[in-house]
């Protein structure tokens, strides 16, 4: 029998957040070149959206201050990250902390940042932004992808990094 916790007694907010923490989400580092430096930031508000034409969509809150700067650029590389960056992922919500710091990555020739050991590069344009509350949702199209199917993604569920129980 499964326990239920009732949230009618605490705010709204947390209630809802938490909530939202029991869909298992993956963990997305938005990248790219500002003035020849690596600026990024971690998402878990990541979705495919469209085949034909190839879009995908994160949503970024409003009170980023790393979203304004990157939201110019030319491209920004999406890497899903892997089981293995949880410490990049904390390095990458960070606002105290060099969020490159041993962090191994390239840039694209058009600016895009890609995280080594990523489940999925995908290298996109923004094509719109919408609003979504407290938070800004990105349209991007999909230049390109690389995919590394061998990578466990990174997984967030009810506020704790999880892992994927695969069999071999």
Not at 53 to 67: N, Q
């Amino acid at each position: 029998m499964s326990t239920a916790t009732n949230l009618e007694t605490a705010p709204p907010e947390l209630a809802l957040r938490r909530a939202f923490s029991l869909f298992p989400t993956g963990v997305v580092a938005v990248c790219g070149l500002v003035d020849d430096r690596p600026v990024g930031l971690a998402v878990n508000s990541f979705i495919s959206v469209s085949l034909e034409p190839p879009l995908v969509a994160v949503s970024v809150a409003r009170t980023s201050s790393t979203w304004p700067v990157l939201a110019d650029s030319a491209q920004l590389g999406l890497s899903v990250l892997g089981s293995n960056h949880e410490a990049l992922c904390r390095k990458l919500a960070s606002r105290n902390t060099d969020r490159f710091e041993d962090a191994e990555w390239h840039a694209t020739d058009d600016g895009a940042v890609l995280m080594h050991g990523a489940a999925l590069w995908l290298e996109c344009k923004v094509t719109a932004t919408v609003d979504g509350g407290d938070h800004e949702i990105i349209l991007l199209e999909v230049l390109k992808s690389d995919l590394f199917p061998e990578v466990t993604p990174l997984v967030f569920h009810q506020s704790q990094f999880r892992g994927l129980l695969t069999e071999k």
